[in-house]
């Protein structure tokens, strides 16, 4: 069971190496494909976090043959798949469980399913998957029910509502291959029409696609599986399915977002870090923009990059936008940056409405932010940080957190940890190895 807090020690220069692992949002939905085909599938480089250790308890409970042949590396075989089994404490608890949707409506043409959980970062429907499907010919069907908890979650019930929604969704024959218009760049949505096209021997167009790297490697994986895809990397994706799709083995690209996390912690940190892993190609305009803005950083290879102290930041204005923008995922930790940066700051997230809400913990810690509405806040900098006990709401405000904590002076003590393990393993391992002063736990550090 994982603590419940992180004591940080702030101030202490941050020197060495740090690998980045595997990426979360590509490992998601890709074990999730693995129901279209009843061959074995083989995934490598997964990283060993809580959303993707759950996603395959989930396709386990149901039916799936899991085995693991190494410790990052797994077989998934799904001979059989029974949804009456389904472990639905799984889907509460977790927003990427969404993405079992499209693979089991391909493979059973049925689905039932309780709204996914995840990270309280405002409203997150699921609209756009739903009208894909019925734009492809499925009957989707909604009511209310009780909210599933198990007996290890009954104390987190309080942050829930005690109604939540069934989602029914069938096709009668099979999905029709059609033209589908996304009323939004939604990831997973694209992803699981993706999927749900997979098994349909007739053309699919996709538009108003997400073309982010996790999609584009969603897609790479069911051409490798059989599936015709062309478009990839655009908002225009064309798929000619087949009914039997073949197994295939994978090896999962690092996390460009937790590589983004590095970069900008050593920007913000006292000593000088080389990041490893970093998938360069897909982080243009993030790099552009901390250069223009006055971040120190040497890009070595198109795999590592050096980072180090700022002191002259300008940052001006943060944008989040769908890729190839700044990713929303990474807004939270340029928001701390800015807190170090030279001026006033302009950070904008039009994506949803409680990616700020950990302003309000940087304010607490003597940020001086006046958050204007729920996208937009202004930040004036530079100002001295100091430690105190936060809770992040979601998973990137507590890394956000984490890099606050460590460039302020005195303890912080974040709390709720079990979001920020959804997406990042053994981080304060990790970071021990390059200096910082972090402990999970209870107990003070050493002075």
């Known amino acids: 069971m994982t603590s419940d807090k992180f004591i940080i020690e702030g101030g202490s220069p941050l ?53 693991w042949l190494g410790e990052r ?20 608890r977790m927003r990427s469980s969404v993405l079992i949707l ?34 492809m010919g499925a009957d989707v069907e909604i009511s209310q029910v009780g909210a599933y908890f198990d007996k290890e979650k009954e104390k987190e019930q309080s942050a829930y509502s005690d ?36 098994l349909t021997p007739k053309k699919t167009v996709i538009k108003i696609a997400a073309c982010e790297p996790h999609v584009q490697e969603l897609a790479s994986f069911l051409s490798k599986m059989g599936v015709k895809i062309d478009g990839i990397g655009s908002h225009t994706i064309t798929i000619q399915g087949k009914k039997d799709l073949k197994g295939a083995d994978h090896f999962i690209s690092y996390d460009y977002v937790e590589a983004g996390t590095y970069i900008l912690m050593a920007l913000a ?36 990059v050096m980072a180090e102290k700022s002191d002259d930041l300008k940052i001006k204005k943060i944008q989040a936008l769908p890729y190839p923008g700044i990713p929303t995922d990474l807004q939270s930790i340029f928001g701390v940056l800015a807190t170090q940066a030279q001026g006033l700051t302009l950070i904008h997230d039009p994506l949803y409405d409680g990616r700020l809400k950990y302003l309000e913990e940087l304010n607490k810690m003597g940020a001086e932010i006046v958050i204007c509405d729920p996208h937009r806040a202004v930040i004036n900098g530079p100002t001295e940080l100091h430690g105190t006990e936060l809770g992040p709401l979601d998973l990137r405000s507590g890394a956000a957190l984490i890099v606050a904590g460590l460039i302020a002076q005195g303890i912080t003590v974040i709390k709720n940890i079990s979001q920020v393990d959804r997406g990042y393993e053994k981080i304060e391992e990790r970071l021990q190895k390059i200096g910082a002063k972090i402990k999970r736990g209870n107990t003070e550090l050493r002075k």
């Open 73 to 92: 590396k797994v077989k998934i075989e799904a001979k059989e798949i029974d949804l009456s089994k389904m472990d639905n404490s799984l889907v509460s």
């Open 15 to 67: 020197k060495g190496e740090i690998d980045v692992k595997g990426s979360k949002n590509s490992a998601t939905p890709i074990i999730a494909s693995t129901l279209l085909t009843s061959e074995p599938c083989v995934i490598d480089n997964l990283p060993l976090i809580e959303d993707v250790l759950k996603m395959i308890k989930l396709v386990s409970s149901l039916g799936a043959k899991v085995t």
């Open 269 to 304: 940190s006292p000593g000088k870090v080389k990041i490893n892993n970093v998938p360069v190609k897909y982080l243009d305009l993030f790099f552009k923009k901390i250069r223009s803005s006055g971040g120190k950083f040497e890009i070595l290879s198109d795999s590592s």
């Open 102 to 135: 499209g693979p089991l409506l391909a493979r059973l043409k049925s689905v039932e399913i309780n709204h996914p959980g995840g990270c309280l970062i405002g409203t997150r429907s699921i609209d756009a998957h739903l009208d894909a499907f019925v734009e």
């Open 163 to 198: 109604k939540t929604n069934l989602y029914k969704i069938r096709v009668k024959d099979e999905l029709a291959g059609q033209e589908i218009v996304l009323n939004e760049f939604s990831v997973t949505g694209t992803e699981n029409a993706l999927m749900a096209a997979a």
